[in-house]
């Protein structure tokens, strides 16, 4: 199981390895092993909430996850994103930005492609802290099966039954942070944290849609003998019913939008470390290649369904993430703080699945893991 999902990584890493150290030398090798690991410890999170959306779909889209998703995810949203980002928010046209990106040294409008990406943060940050908090604003307020704080996630889930809730409290948090944050780039601020939540509301929107419409395509008829095998039992004992077709594209969209938000700080800050947009590029895709593997390993072992804190740990994480985007808008927050929160609350989450499980297997319950 573990070389067979990983497997795709291990081989990954060695070419791209090699190749860094073929046309860099020993310290492109050692710029894009750095960068790699930055990314996976950064990002574990990433593969829990992942892996709660991923358990859905059937594995023909998790395949899909895994091969097409890592091309958007390498080459869309780390390398050519950005490049429009710059485009866009400078108002430069793009084979320009191409040229600034590939010379470190060439300016435009007196700044580099690293600078005029830097300069984007507040739009970029506006967007995705919004799609991320809106993620856990909906975890937080809706109902759940288990709850891990209870002090917390009770009254709140009394709360949240006030109707659109969630995006009454994002665009709350939205204008306070364009007021206070974002200085006299009040306007772009706004502006991007609006269309990262409607890009949320959009997608998931049509998600659920289709999921609830029980809407399948012909994909989803080719998958159906496997799905029911490869579906995670569900606390009853049944399978899951694993979405395909129309529902399981949106949800691979809505994926991919949530890896952008997770990626977006990630590639400003990669810039502190080199001004090589490919070395870049090279180092974090091959750390996004382990947190999908990561993803699809979660899946497959059914840890989400035997360490049932896990999903909230990664929730509370990306809370915390939202908070830090946003506040990030005005002031600088190292990636490592961010990383060690992510990490806490994962770990904490963990620990206390494994203290229920002691208890639930005393109890005689169920066995204990």
């Not at 097409?68 to 080459?75: P, Q, R, S, W």
């Not at 970029?124 to 809706?142: P, Q, T, Y």
């Amino acid at each position: 199981m573990l070389l067979r999902t990983f497997g795709w990584s291990f081989g990954i890493t060695l070419i791209g390895l090699a190749a860094a150290a073929y046309f860099w030398g020993a310290d492109g090798f050692g710029v894009v092993l750095i960068l790699s690991v930055l990314e996976i410890s950064l990002s574990f999170d990433n593969a829990v909430i992942n892996a709660t959306i991923l358990k859905r779909m059937t594995p023909f889209w998790q395949k899909i996850f895994l091969t097409v998703g890592v091309l958007i995810a390498v080459f869309g949203m780390r390398l050519i994103f950005p490049l429009l980002v710059v485009a866009l928010t400078a108002h430069i046209n793009p084979v320009a930005v191409v040229q600034l990106a590939l010379d470190s040294t060439k300016t435009q409008n007196g700044m580099t492609y690293a600078q005029h990406l830097d300069a984007a943060h507040p739009a970029i940050a506006a967007f995705g802290g919004m799609f991320l908090l809106m993620i856990f604003l909906d975890f937080i307020l809706g109902e759940k099966e288990v709850q891990w704080l209870h002090w917390i996630e009770r009254p709140l889930e009394k709360i949240g039954k006030l109707d659109q809730l969630s995006v009454v409290v994002a665009m709350i948090v939205l204008m306070l942070s364009a007021r206070f944050f974002a200085g006299g780039g009040a306007e772009t601020v706004l502006l991007a944290g609006v269309a990262g939540l409607t890009t949320y509301l959009l997608v998931g929107g049509l998600s659920n849609l289709f999921e609830e419409a029980g809407d399948e395509d012909e994909e989803s008829e080719e998958a159906e003998d496997g799905a029911e095998a490869a579906a995670p039992a569900a606390k009853n004992g049944k399978p899951a019913i694993l979405v395909a077709g129309k529902a399981a594209f949106f949800l691979f969209l809505y994926l991919e939008v949530l890896d952008a938000s997770f990626s977006f700080d990630g590639v400003v800050g990669a810039f502190a470390i080199s001004q090589d947009i490919f070395q870049i590029t090279l180092g974090l895709g091959i750390g996004a290649m382990y947190i999908r593997s990561l993803t699809v390993y979660l899946v497959r072992q059914g840890t989400l369904d035997d360490y049932v804190y896990l999903e909230h740990g990664a929730h509370y994480a990306i809370g915390a993430l939202a908070v830090i985007l946003m506040v990030s808008i005005k002031y600088t927050i190292p990636e490592i703080v961010t990383g060690l929160i992510g990490v806490a609350f994962i770990g904490l989450a963990l620990i206390a699945s494994l203290l229920r499980n002691k208890r639930l297997a005393a109890a005689g319950d169920v066995p204990e893991l």
